[in-house]
């Protein structure tokens, strides 16, 4: 089945490609007439190297963060007079264009400072009209995913906390709720009424994505994840920009298999329903580490729930992924990194089961069983890094710009592929693991882990790796 975003929107501008000649940023100030007019506040960016950057972010961006329209975004920004809520999110969008193309850095710090400084205005105003609007939680977003991409995560959190909040006052998260439900959410803010499915579908992906990161947000921190996902009622994202008028509604995340098959599965819905399945496991995981009351009779179900989660884990990626070789792959980055996703989300699962098989003296077979799962998933995830290396632009840069998504696979196949060090006697299978990670440690090193976390994450490996190689000179040298 055909697996990809659409186009964004079609504008009257040109849309930014690779090969066309990018003018040198330039941060001096010219006249009120060539810059950004948001008011009193004075702005340092041309106009121009804004343009050029907003061009990029929807170029790149976008495709994984689909949740401003190029034509509503267009319109407000030829307003005479710019309201902080969007010159905020022109900056935000900006400086993400700008950290994703080279030669732009003294540009993409500037444009982030503007962003936030512009959301401040917002935040103090007394009566918050321009705190609850989709410009603002829009910029929140923008922002927040700049700075996971940079190596203040404590930062990136706290503004993450504030998006969340401000998109579940905004109620967000119940948009298609049962009108006569009854709503124990007692501090909402209502957004003004839509004026058009392209407002509401906005509205609606700026929620999915927030979903998206609060996810990623969990595994970096080692934290439970702040959104509910028993309590979202706002139904999927739709495959187009704007739904079109004859087509069904999209279900909730609770009714999503009924879209498998259907081919109105976007890449981007895809990245929510794998987001889905690793919330699953990342519950089932906390839930099966309780301890249970001696003969209470009420603990938790692990073997039930570990085999719907993998059963439900092996449709989705037969529904997202499918048949695709690797040329498929190789033509769709999105579910390159939805790929490693999913295996790594197997990993997850079945470690837990070795963990609750061999703590309950299960026997050993289902704890080979498990192993094996986890060493295949494994070797999947290597096998997708080394296509991932392939890739050509743009495709390079739009999959590099998920880093922050990829690293944690990555990461997750090595601590596997590394405690298979220790077992495996044969030197040829030796080698061809140490091979393997070494080829693990170079994608890190590519996604550009300017955090350091993934990097500090596995040193341990770094080392050991390090010390067999030393050992194998040495050994080498004796021979001689």
């Known amino acids: 089945m055909s697996f990809s975003f659409g186009k964004p929107p079609a504008t009257t501008t040109t849309p930014f490609t690779f090969d066309q000649p990018i003018p040198p940023p330039s941060l001096s100030p010219l006249s009120s007439d060539s810059t950004l007019n948001g008011g009193a506040l004075d702005e340092e960016i041309p106009l121009q190297t804004l343009k050029i950057l907003h061009y990029a972010y929807f170029d790149i961006a976008h495709h994984t963060m689909p949740i401003v329209n190029q034509d509503r975004f267009t319109s407000e920004l030829s307003k005479s007079m710019l309201s902080p809520q969007v010159t905020s999110l022109s900056y935000a969008m900006a400086s993400l264009g700008a950290s994703l193309m080279d030669g732009y850095a003294p540009t993409k710090d500037r444009c982030y400072q503007l962003a936030r400084k512009h959301f401040e205005v ?31 995560f404590a930062r990136a959190w706290m503004t993450l906390g504030r998006a969340i909040r401000l998109a579940q006052m905004m109620g967000l998260d119940r948009m298609d709720s049962d009108p006569c439900a009854n709503d124990t959410f007692k501090f909402q803010q209502n957004l003004p009424q839509a004026q058009s499915p392209l407002e509401l579908e906005e509205r609606r992906k700026a929620f999915w994505v927030l979903f998206i990161i609060d996810a990623y947000a969990s595994v970096r921190s080692g ?102 070789n690797a040329q498929g792959l190789l033509d769709d980055e999105v579910a390159l990194a939805l790929s490693l996703n999913l295996r790594a989300i197997d990993i997850c699962l079945h470690e837990a ?63 596997v592929l590394n405690r298979q060090l220790s077992s495996v006697t044969d030197n040829a299978q030796l080698a061809h693991t140490v091979g393997v990670l070494k080829l693990l440690i170079t994608a890190i090193e590519d996604l550009e882990d300017v955090s350091g976390h993934w990097v500090e994450s596995i040193s341990h490996i770094v080392k050991r790796l390090d010390e067999m190689d030393s050992t194998s000179m040495k050994t080498t040298e004796f021979n001689m």
């Open 122 to 152: 917002c935040e103090r105003e007394e009566d918050g009209a321009n705190l609850m609007s989709i410009e603002a939680l829009q910029a929140c977003i923008l922002i927040t995913y700049y700075e996971l991409r940079g190596k203040g």
């Open 223 to 324: 934290t439970p994840v702040a959104i509910d996902q028993a309590k979202v009622t706002t139904s999927l994202p739709s495959p187009q920009p704007i739904p079109e008028p004859n087509q069904p509604p999209m279900p909730s995340l609770d009714n999503a298999k009924v879209l498998y098959g259907t081919g109105n599965l976007s890449s981007f819905t895809g990245l929510v329903l794998m987001v889905s399945l690793y919330r699953r496991c990342l519950t089932h995981v906390r839930l099966s580490s309780d301890k249970e009351p001696a003969g209470s009779g009420t603990g938790y179900s692990f073997w039930e729930h570990h085999y719907s989660i993998d059963k439900d884990v092996k449709t989705c990626t037969d529904a997202l992924i499918g048949t695709k």
């Open 353 to 415: 089961a070795i963990v609750k098989a061999d703590r309950d003296g299960l026997p050993k077979a289902l704890i080979t069983e498990c192993n094996n799962r986890c060493n295949q998933a494994g070797m999947h995830i290597a096998e997708g890094v080394s296509l991932s290396q392939k890739l050509v632009q743009p495709r390079k840069t739009l999959f590099r710009q998920m880093n922050i998504y990829c690293m944690w696979p990555v990461c997750m196949a090595m601590q």
